[in-house]
């Protein structure tokens, strides 16, 4: 249970869980069968949204138990969701990089890094989900299972190796879309200045050619 919640707030906070993870996980199962069965989806791009999707989707599936309690569909739930959850926020990192380095650096070799990305994604989540486990610090964390908070070594792991993870993933999305939406304003500040211009030159064009027949 939930430290300060009942048991009936805790079921809640779970059936409540539940319900978020259903709609997540059909949500993210229709983007990856669109990925499956349509080919032409198939570009760069779209494979990083893939595997974000397949990420949330498989956490979401694991969410989806509640709280089993104790024994196996307990750890189950608890390792998966820590690997895919962190795994999905870490692929959006992957995509504020590829758009910053396209919009912001003008560079168009972002499909060699898609093997860095997945050793990036995949082995940090595999290292952020394996801590815990050395410890045995999975386990019944309330509402559902997850990382152990009881005591103080427990607290620190779950910022250590997720809440750490995600501030910092969150941090590089925020400056890199800042960067982005910028350099999209002084674009489209530039494309506008350019057709006030050519706008005033066909103007004066016109002019003339009134004053010419006056």
């Known amino acids: 249970m939930i430290e300060g919640l009942s048991p009936a707030q805790t079921g809640t906070l779970t059936v409540i869980n539940q319900c978020a993870s259903a709609l997540s996980f059909i949500g993210t199962f229709f983007i990856v069968m669109c990925y499956v069965l349509f080919k032409d989806l198939r570009s760069f791009a779209f494979k990083l949204v893939f595997y974000l999707s397949l990420s949330d989707m498989l956490a979401s599936l694991f969410n989806m138990l509640g709280n089993p309690g104790e024994g196996f569909l307990c750890y189950a739930q608890g390792y998966s969701s820590q690997f895919f959850s962190i795994a999905s926020f870490l692929w959006t990192t992957t995509i504020s990089f590829t758009l910053h380095r396209a919009a912001v650096k003008h560079k168009t070799d972002v499909e060699g890094f898609g093997a860095i990305f997945h050793a990036y994604v995949w082995g940090t989540s595999l290292v952020m989900t394996i801590i815990p486990l050395i410890g045995n610090d999975y386990g019944p964390a309330g509402a559902w299972c997850w990382v152990q908070s009881e005591t103080t070594a427990g607290k620190v792991l779950r910022f250590m190796t997720f809440y750490l993870p995600l501030w910092g993933a969150i941090l590089f999305n925020g400056i890199a879309y800042f ?26 064009v016109d002019m003339k050619a009134m004053c010419s027949l006056a």
Not at 179 to 197: C, Y
């Open 179 to 204: 960067q982005i939406i910028r350099v999209i304003n002084n674009a489209t500040s530039m494309a506008a200045e350019l057709s006030d211009r050519q706008l005033q030159v066909q103007t004066r």
